[in-house]
Structures are given as C-alpha cells and as structure tokens.
C-alpha cells in the first residue's frame, strides 16, 4: 500500500504505541498531544511510558522522518488520510465509559478534516460511538471507522507488529476496508464488520478475560478448602485446546487501566437494552472477594490483627513490565491493608513515586526491615533473584504470602521462612534461628 499520512490525536500509552508503529510500517504519523512539556519531551526521543522497544521505535520514527509530534490537532489534521483518536475514555459515573475527550476532539476538528479522510477511533468506545461521532460531524464525506486495539501492557510493540487479528468496522464497508490495508505488511487475518460489531469485539474480548481470571480465583479458593493445588489444576486444564494455557494464573485480582473499566462499561451498555449481565457482575463481585481473601490471608500470618503490622510489600505496579498503577491489585489490597491499620513498606522496580499510606523505598531488602510479613503482589522476576536468607535475617516474622504463586516455596523454607501462595498447599517453615 502506498505510505499514508495519518494523524493520531493521544500519545498515552495507546497512542504513542499506535503512532510509533504505523510509522515503522512506512505510514507519516504525526502525533498530537495537548501537553507542550509531553510533546517536547517526545520530540527530544524522551518517552515516559515503560514499554520494552516502544522507545528504540520513537527514535527510529523521529529520525527517519515518518514520526513527529506536535501540540494541536487542528492544524494538523488538516492534510490527513486517516485520523486515529487514541484518547482516554475513562470509567465514568455509575460505571459507563466517559466520552468527553473523544468528543471534544471530534467537535475540535470535525470541520477541518478533508473530503475522505477516514475518523477511526482506535480508544475503547461502546456500542453506538461511531454513529454517535458521525451525528456530531454531520458530514457524509467523512467516514467512521472502529478500529480497536488489543494491546497488553509490557508487550505492546510485539502485540501492535504481530496481532492476532486486525478489525475494522463501519457502516461504510469501503472505508474500513481501506483502514485494513493501513495494516498489509502484518501477516495477520482482517476481520472487516459493521461498525457496531466492531465496537462490541473488544468489550466481549476483553470481559471474557476478566471472566476466565475471576473463575481461576475461584478454582483456587475451592483448592485451598479441598487441598489440591491450583498449578497442578491449570497444567491439566491448558491442554485442552478449547481453554488454553493463558489467564490461567491466580493471584490478587485483576486490574489495570482496561478490565475494570470495560467490564463496568459493558455492564452499563447491557442496561441500557435492559439486558441484566448477570455472569459479568458476578466476574466483578469474584474480583472485589479476591482483595479480601488476600487481605485475610495476610491478616491470619500476623495473628489475625493488621492494626500495627509492619508489612513488607513487593510489587506495586498493575502487573510486571510496566510502570502502571492504574487500577492495580497491588494497590487495591494495600489500600485495605493502610485502611486496617497496618504499616506498609514497599519495593517495585519501576515504580519510585511516593504513595498515600506506605512508604516506598528503592531496595527490595529494605521491605523486609523488622517486617511481621512480606507479601509479593506483583509478579516481577526480579523477586525470585533475591537472596531469601538475608530477606530472613531482616525479618521479624517468617511468613511470606506469595500472591502471585511466584516464588519457589522450597527457596523460601530453606531460608527458614513460612510460604504461603494462592490455591496452593502451604510450605512450613523451620524453626527461625535468633
């Protein structure tokens, strides 16, 4: 296909992966943001987001020619094949998606696109958007076009560069073909619909897999009453080709800046046609119990009170390989924890804010200072490398809660610590040497 020259409005974390790429398939992308300071920083190669590769793939856009980023979209849209809005729809109040941003762009540029250029919402929008837009513009020589993305956090790049689908939808069946093509260079199958199927292909993907973590917790509390052990329970499962190995893991919950808000959206978007989505509300109340089960199982290795416990906390991030706290489990049950009462100290490698509640150190060995428990929320590898002995010396306590079932429990008991993981037998500790 001939290099097209699009405009992506958004350099969050969709829209920077979404600019950077289209780029390093020959496309002109130019990448518009509201905020200067951001835009300068991108202009000077400086990229915020912690994605492997996305920054080599900034740099190599910017210095070829084909990537550049600008403050404004209204100028720049002006020339556009194809505009992609990459904005953020937040969950809103009572839980639907908020489409202010995505609108207020609309309204921005609705009157400046050229003849043609096709409007494509790549930002995750419910049913109905996409006519939704094309009564805002009210032109007919603009077409909608849904065209979601199925990017996971830590493996952007590799996700955008070999998907396992493409889908475009409009009512203009010829503009989302066109969209399709944007994409010839990745071997991977087009699924072209109607615009509201396209739409509802990434709440129904993505709710499937909130689904599938909510009842893997579930399968791993019924392990922990009846003594079978959930890894064992999963291997024998993901053989079978029908379920699959993947969202096969227990742990605190499942967060981060898509699950919760697109279960809720998609629950909303159910009332509204008054169908009542039982089996997704229920996925969500799962999710809620889950925190609490990890609350109470920390809460039961300090002695049942977590008023005064010091907690050593590892892992604060949404999941390992990025630096995203946006809904994140980890955060959720420590919030609990702070709520109780206890003292919190914590360690994660991409993360060196300060928190409300906790204090947060740049050493992984330094949770473990006089701590009742250390508890490991996030699965970083970088855990497993500790030298458990020494996090053992520090400690006052012995148990760690392993939410994560990261650990190897004979590392841990070898060290003189108790392990305890989520739908797992527990490993005893030895008697700790003063």
Wanted: hydrophobic content about 45%.
């Amino acid at each position: 296909m001939t290099p097209a020259r699009i405009v992506v409005v958004g350099t969050g974390y969709v829209g920077l992966t979404t600019g950077a790429c289209l780029a390093s398939l020959g496309h002109y992308v130019t990448c518009v943001d509201v905020d200067r300071a951001k835009v300068s920083r991108l202009r000077a190669g400086r990229v915020d987001i912690l994605e492997p590769g996305l920054a080599d793939l900034v740099g190599r856009g910017v210095a070829a020619g084909r990537l550049q980023f600008v403050v404004g979209a209204r100028d720049a849209v002006r020339d556009a094949a194809a505009v992609f809005l990459c904005v953020p729809t937040p969950m809103g109040a009572g839980g639907s998606a908020d489409l202010r941003a995505v609108e207020a762009v609309a309204a921005e540029i609705g009157d400046v696109l050229p003849a043609g250029c096709a409007l494509v919402t790549k930002s995750t929008v419910p049913v109905g958007t996409s006519k939704r837009i094309e009564e805002m513009l009210g032109r007919t020589d603009v077409p909608v076009v849904s065209n979601p993305e199925f990017l996971r956090e830590g493996t952007a790049v590799a996700d955008f560069l070999g998907p396992d689908r493409i889908v475009v939808g409009s009512d203009d069946l010829a503009a989302a073909r066109w969209v399709g093509e944007l994409y010839a260079d990745l071997a991977a199958p087009v699924v072209v619909s109607d615009a509201a199927s396209a739409e509802l292909v990434k709440y129904a993907a993505n709710c499937y897999l909130a689904l599938k973590l909510s009842y893997v917790n579930s399968i791993a509390e019924l392990c922990e009453r009846l003594g079978a052990d959930i890894n064992l329970v999963t291997e024998g499962m993901g053989y079978d080709r029908r379920i699959g190995r993947t969202f096969l893991k227990p742990g605190p919950g499942w967060g981060g800046s898509c699950l919760p808000k697109d279960t809720s959206a998609l629950v909303k978007v159910a009332e509204s046609v008054n169908y009542d989505f039982k089996m997704l509300t229920s996925a969500i109340d799962e999710n809620i119990a889950q925190r609490d089960r990890i609350v109470a199982k920390i809460a039961g290795a300090v002695g049942g009170t977590l008023a005064g416990a010091r907690i050593g906390v590892l892992g604060l991030a949404f999941k390992a390989g990025t630096n995203d706290l946006r809904d994140s489990p980890a955060l959720a049950v420590s919030s609990v924890l702070c709520a109780l009462g206890a003292e919190l100290v914590a360690y994660d490698p991409a993360v060196d804010s300060e928190l409300p509640g906790m204090t947060v150190v740049d050493d992984a060995y330094q949770v473990a200072k006089d701590a009742d428990v250390v508890v490991v929320l996030t699965e970083w590898d970088e855990f497993k490398r500790l030298d458990w002995t020494a996090m053992a010396e520090l400690m006052d306590g012995i148990d760690v809660v392993d939410t994560r079932n990261l650990l190897d429990p004979r590392v841990i008991v070898e060290a003189g610590l108790s392990w305890q993981g989520v739908g797992r037998p527990r490993a005893a500790a030895r008697i700790k040497v003063a």
